[in-house]
């Protein structure tokens, strides 16, 4: 079985890649890896931080590191929260926080509430080995704000986000759904298929 590490301690992000990644696959985070300091994330893009976050714990840890960074773009707010959507509220911000002062934000919109508030998931993946980048993938999903939670499953901004084509919230799917259409899946799939050509 071949082994990647996500330079993560999300362990629902952790979760979500190694059901795309299968059985075939040992998953491992950084949960429980305090020698293991979190990068300044200070990049100006998703890339640029997946990239930072991936090549500092490949420098550490022996073997293929992947990190991701993603997060959630509303269109009414200039593409805010982008990449500082796991912090939006505050550094150690809780996802009800950050969910809050999104709905906050829209409810100081009038036109908000008149219309559908497009927004999209992006993700940003990197692939690095030995503190050498291998490679760097995106992917997103379009849809739009609704201005009241609903669901209970998924994480982050999930009970806010329908896709398009969907009438459900990510936070009202099952993860088998959610996995198949997400960002991060999306970003996966094209990851997948690096992973692929590599071992060939």
Known sequence: MRTLIIATRNGNKTREVAAMLGPEWVVEDLTGRTEIP???????????????KAEAASRALAGLVLADDSGLEVDVLGGAPGIRSARYAGEKATD?????????????????????????????????????????????VEG??????????????????????????FAEMDAETKNALSHRARAMEQVMKWLARRAS
């Open 144 to 169: 739009r704000i609704i201005l009241a939670e609903a669901g209970a499953g998924g994480f982050g901004y999930d009970p806010l986000f329908i896709p398009d084509g969907y009438s459900q919230t």
């Open 38 to 52: 979190e990068p300044e994330e200070d990049g100006s893009s998703f890339e640029e931080n997946a990239v930072i």
């Open 96 to 140: 009800e926080e950050n969910r809050g002062r999104l709905l906050g934000e829209l409810a100081r919109l009038s036109h908000a509430a008149e219309e559908p508030v497009r927004a999209r998931f992006h993700c940003a993946m990197a692939v690095a080995e030995g503190g050498r980048m291998l490679g760097t993938f995106a992917g997103s």
